[in-house]
């Protein structure tokens, strides 16, 4: 009896996936908890390992489909059921059947829609499956058996006197170079994101106020303390963890923008789960510092150094990125001078980061050069007023030109 792979649960708020790809093909045997086939969902990508050993003897899903949790994706039976049966003694020779009788055959789902869609009779198509099923390699190679040799054209010679009387041609035109062009089908998390984008312009009033941030402070800090972070925590001490420490002490001076709006009410949170958005090359995820109020700057940077490994890895989990009250993104690691970030929603502010870049200022009365960094809050102004935007930024600021005073309101 056949073993039915089915689409296992994929999470809080998670209804459907769409199969990104199968690691096994039809007739390919498979080991006891092998991964068989590969979900993508809008949050992370999971594969489905099989439950029971034996041979994938059927696909019922092919690449590109939406499915839910408890969907049979495909077939796994024992080696023996799989097994072709022996040759049998061949019958006599018999009558074609009628028309409108055809004989039965054994094809795959993608044998079928591929037929199908071409035309093909697959009575007429040779199968290499187990027990002789049709597979789709075998439809597309019988396409190309069957496609005609081009014809030469056939080339009627003129008369004599209307060849010579022909006139000379102009030389034609060289052909147009090749366009080439490829189609890529969109992951599933890149079909979130962009409509997870497209809906946060259009149900927000977000707006988004800037600053600049004279990083001086922060790095001579991080000069002095480098070497002897590393060597006791393990890992570098980065500009983030100060921006973390610097957003939560500002959060806690205007909670609006620790806030989600649901429906009529504001639900303001007094605890402070920091999303940090990373770049991945599927799209952004923005796995979550939970308590971030409560991390020392090692804790937060050794967070942060295990998801940016977890997604290379393709490891992060659900929980890694459910949830979050405010995100901090930082443009400045691929070079953006400024930017104008998107909410995360339902979340009602974010934090763009950007690129550290040495510019004169004037600093009392005298142009000096001085590491500078734009930073942008983009806010949903249905709950957060110009006023609370721009002071809650300016409290950022004076956090980081003042990293002493981390230890004491971040």
């Known amino acids: 009896m056949a073993t039915e792979i089915r689409v296992p649960p994929l999470g809080e708020s998670i209804v459907e996936a769409t199969v990104g ?22 949050k992370v990508n999971t594969e489905v390992p099989a439950d029971e050993g034996g041979v994938l003897v059927q696909i019922l899903r092919p690449e590109g489909a939406t499915v839910r949790p408890g969907e049979v994706l495909g077939l796994i039976a024992a080696r023996a059921e799989a097994a072709p049966p022996p040759p049998a003694e061949a019958p006599a020779p018999s009558a074609a059947p009628e028309r409108g009788e055809p004989a039965r055959v054994r094809a795959s789902p993608l ?49 004599p006197q209307e060849r010579a009387a022909a006139p000379t041609l102009p030389p034609l035109a060289p052909a147009a170079p090749a366009r080439p062009e490829m189609r890529q089908r969109l992951s599933r998390r890149r079909l979130t994101i962009a409509r997870r984008l497209v809906e946060a312009q259009h149900t927000a009033a977000m707006l988004t106020t800037f600053n600049e941030i004279d990083m001086s402070a922060v790095i001579a800090l991080r000069e002095r303390w480098r070497a002897t972070f590393r060597e006791q ?17 500002a959060l806690k001076a205007f909670p609006q923008l620790n806030a989600e709006l649901q429906g009529e009410e504001l639900v303001i949170k007094h605890y402070y789960d920091i999303g940090i958005a990373i770049g991945d090359p599927e799209g952004l995820v923005v796995p979550v510092l939970r308590d971030a109020d409560r991390l020392t700057f090692a804790q937060i940077e050794q967070a942060i150094a295990a998801f940016v490994q977890k997604a290379r890895e393709r490891t992060l989990t659900l929980e890694d990125l459910r949830g979050g009250t405010f995100t ?29 870049e040495e510019r004169p200022v004037v600093v009392n009365g005298q142009i000096v050069i001085r590491p500078m960094m734009y930073v942008a809050l983009s806010y949903d102004h249905r709950v957060v007023d110009g006023r609370e935007a721009v002071l809650f930024l300016v409290r950022v600021k004076e956090l980081i030109e003042n990293p002493e005073r981390l230890l004491l309101e971040g």
């Open 233 to 249: 925590y393990g890992v570098s001490l980065g500009y983030m963890s100060f921006f973390t420490k610097a957003v939560v002490g």
């Open 21 to 42: 790809r199968w690691l096994k093909r039809e007739g390919d045997p498979v080991a006891v908890g092998e991964p068989v086939v590969e979900l993508e969902t809008e």
């Open 328 to 356: 901090i993104t930082n443009g400045g690691v691929f070079g953006s001078l400024l930017s104008t970030p998107i909410l995360n929603p339902p979340q009602v502010g974010i934090l763009g980061m950007h690129k550290i």
């Open 111 to 159: 044998a079928q829609r591929l037929a199908a869609e071409l035309g093909v009779d697959l009575a007429a198509v040779p199968g290499t499956g187990p027990g002789g099923r049709v597979t789709r390699a075998d439809v597309e190679a019988h396409v190309q058996r069957q496609a005609p040799e081009p014809a030469a054209p056939a080339v009627t010679p003129a008369p």
